[in-house]
């Protein structure tokens, strides 16, 4: 596609409920990345897919969270038993074949609430 | 440790001239990024300086200083539809490290 696309937009859920979040990005980019951010705050990242590498999962807030990528396409990230600090705008971001040092292009975005 | 730290918030006047600073302390250091956040919206690109000095854009220009591990992005003719958030963010290895950005507020 033209650009990186994420699915749902909005999401409202209850806490305790698990959620599924979906990342497509730029054809051709083998590098792809997810991000967290709450209101009025910078980007916290959560987790980095490059090419077939054991993804970095450093950022992960929790064993709740967790995301999985096929080949060099789709993401998506699942939050489980979600909580309500689990409320933010999660980003997507996907980079050229030569992956860090690239220009990053970011998806929407999906914001999620958690009741 | 890695730090970034830059204003939380400036204000300006339309048509003129605003500098926001970043300095920064990554482990590992390839080149720094700026990004520009509309309100709601997702970052988008404005700008990546690898060598030390300045690179111009537009009216968008930014400068980097790799042994004093600052830069900042200057933006001339200020326009009404610059007010957003602009993040500074270091890359190191194949990260960007992000700060949580300026808020340029721009008044009549």
């Known amino acids: 596609g033209a650009g990186v696309s994420q699915s749902p937009s909005n999401k409202v859920t209850e806490k305790g409920k698990d959620v599924e979040l979906r990342c497509d990005p730029i054809?051709?980019?083998?590098?792809l990345y997810w991000y967290r951010q709450r209101l009025g705050q910078g980007l916290e990242f959560l987790i980095y897919f490059q090419g077939n590498s054991a993804p970095d999962k450093s950022g992960l807030p929790s064993d709740r969270f967790s995301a999985e990528r096929t080949g060099e396409s789709v993401s998506t990230l699942t939050i489980q038993r979600t909580q309500q600090e689990d409320s933010a705008v999660y980003l997507c971001?996907?980079?050229?074949?030569?992956?860090?040092?690239?220009?990053?292009?970011f998806g929407p975005g999906t914001r999620l609430t958690v009741l | 440790g890695q730090n970034i730290d830059q204003p939380t918030e400036m204000t300006a006047t339309e048509g003129a001239i605003v500098q926001i600073n970043c300095t920064y302390q990554t482990s590992g250091f390839n080149g720094l990024f700026w990004y520009q956040q509309h309100a709601g919206e997702a970052p988008t690109f404005l700008s990546y300086n690898v060598l030390d000095g300045l690179e111009e854009k537009g009216r968008f220009s930014s400068f980097l200083s790799r042994s004093k591990g600052y830069s900042y992005l200057l933006l001339k003719e200020l326009q009404m539809k610059d007010s957003a958030s602009y993040l500074c963010?270091?890359?190191?290895?194949?990260?960007?490290?992000w700060g949580a950005g300026t808020k340029l507020i721009i008044k009549p």
């Open positions: 971001a996907s980079s050229s074949p030569a992956g860090g040092g690239d220009e990053q292009f």
């Open positions: 963010a270091p890359h190191s290895n194949y990260q960007l490290i």
């Open positions: 054809s051709g980019h083998t590098a």
